[in-house]
């Protein structure tokens, strides 16, 4: 066979392969949501460019049983086993390094995705060169896959808005990113529980403009007590980020001295190893000290309300008599 329709043979069958988008889903204790999850998989549009690592923590013989059922069907998904459960920015660092995408994106297997989510957020990079991350508003519901009636609505990149994700979190549980800012921005602090990806977006925000999508992406399944926000430990972590960029107004004054027992303000860790933390607050003397009277506020209002909760448990509820 000649070179040169060897090349257009077999040529564009490896172009074809070759995944544009790779998504990590990380699994741990998923039984329930594994079902919804491959079916809405299922519907997702440009498979051809897509790839999908489950990122399976301590998996469980049911949900292995479930997972083998669909794999016959989905030959762009590969199963990752970690034998051990670990935290789930460490698993998120672990898909980025498996990852042959030039875009990247999660999809937590308790949310569900529209169809053509990930191809809209690949568009918009596409269409986008110079943003780094694309991202959109989303149902926030606390039933399964049941839209609801609550929506995000996160503003509209541009230079006025810009402060706003640097302070604030803006980006969703379905954010895309392009593989190529890690050298540049970093992984996702693997200390953290709960807001590894609020200090992604700063760090991101830094550096690299942002785009929005202009449709919904999907559905947050929010206030359930397997949901690591449910930990307890969010509050505590805000406190690192007011202090690693001075955004102190997201401070709680009661809650610093655990927070900098607990973890380190001038380090992060990836891949298991501690780095250096190398950005500087971008924000003026005026916005600081505006921080701290806010957290001071808030700081006190805080304290206001445990105190009331444990007036109303001791006076209030009575606990039942044996």
Request: glycine share 4%; net charge positive.
């Amino acid at each position: 066979m000649p070179v040169w329709l060897w090349y257009i043979y077999f040529g564009k069958k490896i172009v074809n392969m070759v995944k544009t988008i790779s998504v990590l889903t990380s699994l741990y204790n998923c039984e329930n949501f594994l079902q919804g999850y491959f079916h809405a998989l299922a519907k997702i549009e440009g498979k051809e460019q897509i790839e999908v690592l489950l990122l399976h923590n301590a998996p469980q013989e049911k949900e292995l049983a479930i997972i083998a059922e669909h794999l016959s069907t989905l030959d762009f998904v590969r199963h990752i086993i970690i034998p051990e459960r670990e935290t789930v920015y460490r698993t998120w660092n672990r898909g980025i390094q498996l990852s042959e995408g030039e875009y990247i994106t999660v999809w937590n297997v308790d949310d569900v995705r529209f169809p053509d989510s990930i191809i809209q957020q690949a568009e918009a990079l596409d269409k986008n060169p110079e943003a780094a991350i694309a991202y959109g508003d989303i149902w926030v519901s606390r039933q399964y896959g049941i839209c609801g009636t609550k929506k995000t609505n996160s503003p509209t990149y541009n230079d006025r808005t810009r402060i706003k994700f640097l302070s604030e979190y803006h980006i969703s549980c379905f954010q895309m990113w392009r593989k190529s800012i890690h050298p540049i921005v970093g992984y996702y602090d693997e200390q953290f529980r709960c807001i590894a990806d609020f200090d992604f977006q700063i760090r991101a925000a830094l550096q690299f403009p942002f785009v929005k999508i202009n449709e919904i992406l999907g559905i947050y399944l929010e206030n359930q007590p397997h949901k690591l926000s449910a930990n307890g430990l969010q509050p505590i972590e805000y406190n690192i980020i007011a202090l690693r960029y001075a955004n102190y107004f997201l401070m709680n004054f009661f809650l610093l001295p655990e927070a900098k027992k607990k973890y380190q303000q001038s380090r992060m860790l990836i891949f298991g190893e501690w780095k250096d933390f190398p950005e500087k607050s971008p924000f003026n003397w005026f916005y600081k000290m505006r921080g701290i009277v806010l957290a001071s506020f808030n700081s006190a209002y805080w304290l206001c309300k445990q105190l009331a909760k444990k007036i109303v448990f001791k006076f209030f509820i009575k606990s039942p008599q044996c």
